[in-house]
């Protein structure tokens, strides 16, 4: 811009030297105009430089704040989805401490309630052979505890004729002793089983050792129920002949061992 304004100051003057009319002052004075004149648009020229540079300066400024702002806000959004994710997650916790903290609970109270029947169980068990040692002692009488409750087991030769299902009346004590027992029982259900060995019978009234396990477990029931008053509702009578043996049928010790009726005291739940 400059060279464009001293060429057109020296084309005036060329123009000047060209008429002769015009006195070499004057010259100098229209040169000295075109100087000021040039140098007037060259400091507005360079004043409009640098607003425009300032202008870019502060436009950048403005850009480079809007990025830094922009990022901090991406930068809040994920932090807030994080959060929301981790306040999900943690709800999602609560929820199953909560329900680990009942369950276990539920857990520690039907633990009390077993421990509690099974030292009921135990104590009932205790009391039948302080009362039943008698029978216990001569070895006619054996009580436990088996995973269904208390089982009282009786041998045949306090029970029964070999062969027979009719009770012997020397069975009727133990049986009377054992019913006032029974009578004052909390379980839900007197549950009695007949035994045999595996020698077959085959005769007219028991074709088989089901019938007969049935039948003696049967005599069990109704002398409990009819004579000795245990309540007919909580009795249930089952024959299993010789198919749960507790001993080996090979000796006469294990058949007889296994000729047995079986009581058992099954617990409320």
Excluded at 49 to 77: A, F, G, H, M, Y
Excluded at 93 to 122: F, G, P
Excluded at 200 to 224: C, D, G, M, Y
């Amino acid at each position: 811009m400059r060279k464009l304004l001293i060429f057109f100051a020296l084309l005036l003057l060329i123009s000047a030297c060209l008429q002769p009319q015009i006195s070499e002052r004057e010259l100098h004075r229209q040169l000295a105009l075109a100087r000021a004149e040039s140098d007037s648009k060259i400091a507005s020229l360079k004043s409009e430089v640098e607003r425009l540079r300032k202008i870019e300066s502060e436009n950048k400024l403005n850009q480079d704040e809007s990025t830094r702002l922009q990022n901090e806000i991406e930068r809040l959004k994920n932090a807030y989805t994080s959060i929301e994710q981790e306040k999900i997650q943690l709800s999602e916790s609560v929820s199953k401490l909560q329900s680990l903290a009942e369950d276990a609970k539920r857990l520690e109270t039907e633990a009390r309630e077993a421990r509690e029947r099974a030292e009921a169980i135990e104590r009932e068990r205790d009391q039948m052979k302080n009362e039943l040692k008698k029978f216990i002692d001569i070895g006619d009488i054996g009580v436990d505890i088996t995973p269904d409750g208390i089982r009282i087991t009786m041998r045949e030769t306090i029970l029964f004729d070999s062969g027979k299902s009719d009770l012997k009346q020397t069975s009727f004590e133990m049986l009377q002793k054992l019913s006032e027992l029974l009578i004052k029982t909390n379980a839900k259900e007197i549950r009695i089983a007949g035994h045999t060995d595996n020698v077959p019978i085959n005769s007219p009234q028991f074709p088989s050792n089901w019938e007969l396990s049935t039948a003696r477990a049967l005599s069990v029931l109704h002398q409990l129920s009819e004579k000795f008053g245990v309540p007919s509702s909580k009795l249930v009578a089952i024959g299993f002949g010789e198919h749960k043996p507790i001993a080996g049928n090979s000796t006469a010790e294990g058949r007889s061992k296994n000729r047995r009726v079986e009581i058992y005291l099954v617990p409320a739940k």
